[in-house]
């Protein structure tokens, strides 16, 4: 097929280079800490950025692990930037040095974003302590140095009810974006039994009424809350709204040994399409076959408290990969405010 012809058109990548980390956090969906054996060579992240290229893929986020563990990073953002990808960074901020802010700056990153997930007793329970600390360092290291940065935070039971005392931190420094996303029940977090449960209405409000006073944006992540009033502004970015879930339809992952799936939160061996040591990223991504629990979705298969919904056919269920860890099934959510489910125990 001629991929000017194709239906689907590949936009976003997630990309994750090594799953090597400084940490292993207790709530990590992906168990990072030690590099995987084999990880894609450096010859074969720049084939991967040469395929996305071809593919007409405008930007990729490069994840971990950590991705300032792998030696030749600066080596796999050229592939990418010099290919005129737009590429950030998502990054836990543990040990970002000088040549690095220097590299970031030469590379032409667009951003940074540093991975915080409360104030300093939430933040370092589930790190290493002074992690902190030297996160917030990293935030104002990097912009000093003039590079857009942002934030993340990972919500979880115990970090939600501090959300008023981490703003009030965040806005001493100088962020473009703070953005709210879901711990899902996934790798660790399941392992470990973390309580990933809270009140998603609650969060949309705190959004609401901060971001008009904000003089940074704040939003939450596509697997909290849909269509209720406060869509098209509680995403960070006003007008934003979801869109349903992209995964296969404009997005994919790929991770440090090669596997591609819809999503790169979709940890699980069931959502691999291939691998690209063994096709190509072109023959997976127009495979007639492949992501069909989104190319080939319907909302007769909606089911749990969003089947009948007036929004199915746009919302679709929301993330796909939010309501399989934590439903075990793919097309209803648990933190839609408008048709709350209950949370039931996640997949390892």
Known sequence: MNYADFPF????????VTLACCFSCRYCGSKGGKARENELTLDECVSVAEQLKELGCRRVSLIGGEVFMRKDWQEIVHALTSRGIVTCIITNG?????DDIFALKRLKIESVAVSIDGPLAVHDAFRQKGSFERALNTVKTLSDAGIPVSVISALRADSVPHLQELYETLKKYDIFAWQLQACSPMGN??????????DAGAVMKFV?????????????ADNIGYFTEDEGFVRGFEGLKFRGCSAGLSSIGIDSVGNVRGCESMYDVR???GNLRERSLIDIWTDPDAFSYNRKFDKSMLTGGCKGCRFGDECGGGCRSYDYFTT???YENPLCPTGALNIKKGRS
């Open 189 to 198: 977090a399941c392992s470990n039994g973390v309580d990933v449960r809270f």
């Open 208 to 220: 609401r009424d901060r971001a008009k006073e904000s003089r940074f944006y704040i939003g939450v």
């Open 271 to 273: 959502f691999n399409e």
């Open 94 to 98: 543990f040990r970002m040095n000088p």
């Open 9 to 16: 058109k590949l936009k976003n990548c997630v990309f994750e």
């Open 328 to 330: 075990g099934r793919l």
